[in-house]
């Protein structure tokens, strides 16, 4: 593996390459001292999609891109949980090991729906070793039925699959491809949250827990939390200072019902792109109904989803 070069890993299929551009082009903006090799995976790509890529991460950035179609065969054998804006091509994290050169032994797998927000040179310089991967811990890690689904203890929590810092030669030591897609064919009625489910089952107690500050997820920002309470106050410490903005969960900075305290910080990014200035289009009821919110929390008549400390605007 070339020394010097960040790996970064993300899936996409052509609806996504809009997100996937605003990400990447966060992380150029914040890690300009970088030289990175983007690696994008997908089903397949039109070839209008390869040529936005292109010309933006190698043209515009002049950064390095490796596209791999893989086709549908891989994903054979895997479903999404219920109705869910998910895309199958998320259970391609699963897959790294050998869609990836062999060359390379440690990657960073950034999901699309996400802002990075500052250097990313001590994350990558992370020292994974003994370990799969490096993650954030998910905020859905305090709710048992995670636990009792995947058949695992709690005190190994759970983590997000969103940000990973993948130890790519320890995967192919433990042949964790072929575990995984056994455990998918095995396990798929109990898989809630898709791959990330089959992460947590078979590397629980084979991750390093990276801060939170790499992996800030919605549910971090809410009033009401269902993070494990111990893991509290690392939490607000990562929160002083987000490297990367995860926009977890369905309504997404770029859907009008999103009342994201960082869409703003989306937008900024996204207004660097060939898309600059583009908004969802609101609704007139759902502007009165934000107009009704705004009111009532101000006669503290009803509290806000997520907490004040937080800005709208970064």
């Not at 970088?34 to 997908?42: D, E, G, L, R, T």
């Not at 190994?156 to 491809?177: D, H, K, M, P, T």
């Not at 969960?249 to 600059?276: A, C, E, I, V």
């Not at 009704?292 to 004040?308: E, F, I, S």
Request: proline letters at 4%.
């Amino acid at each position: 593996m070339e020394k010097g070069i960040i790996h970064v890993a993300c899936n996409i299929d052509a609806s996504y390459v809009k997100y996937c551009v605003v990400m990447l082009t966060s992380l150029f903006e914040n890690n300009a001292d970088s030289s990175f090799h983007i690696h994008v995976i997908a089903s397949e790509l039109p070839d209008d999609s390869k040529k936005i890529l292109h010309d933006w991460i190698e043209g515009r950035y002049h950064q390095t891109l490796f596209v791999y179609e893989t086709g549908d065969a891989l994903l054979e054998g895997c479903s999404i949980y219920g109705e869910s804006h998910i895309s199958l091509a998320t259970y391609y994290r699963i897959f790294l090991e050998s869609i990836l050169p062999r060359s390379i032994n440690k990657v960073l797998y950034l999901d699309c729906d996400l802002i990075v927000n500052g250097s990313i040179k001590e994350l990558w310089g992370t020292d994974i070793t003994d370990y799969a991967a490096g993650c954030v811990e998910d905020m859905w890690s305090g709710k048992p039925d995670n636990y009792e689904r995947l058949h695992y203890a709690s005190s190994f929590s759970y983590f997000n699959a969103g940000v990973l810092l993948v130890n790519l030669e320890y995967w192919r030591n433990i042949q964790f491809q072929k575990v995984a897609e056994k455990y998918i064919s095995e396990h798929m009625s109990e898989l809630v949250f898709n791959d990330q489910d089959v992460l947590n089952a078979l590397l629980h107690d084979k991750k390093l827990f990276l801060p939170f500050r790499y992996n800030v997820q919605d549910g971090f920002l809410r009033r009401k939390r269902r993070i494990r309470p111990e893991a509290i106050p690392d939490l607000e410490k990562g929160l002083l200072h987000p490297v990367i903005v995860h926009y977890t969960g369905g309504k997404k900075p770029w859907q009008y019902k999103s009342q994201h305290p960082y869409k703003g910080l989306y937008f900024h990014y996204l207004d660097m792109t060939p898309w600059k200035g583009e908004r969802p289009d609101v609704p007139f009821l759902y502007k009165v109904k934000r107009m009704v919110d705004r009111l009532l929390y101000a006669l503290q008549l009803a509290k806000p989803k997520y907490r004040k400390y937080v800005c709208n605007e970064i």
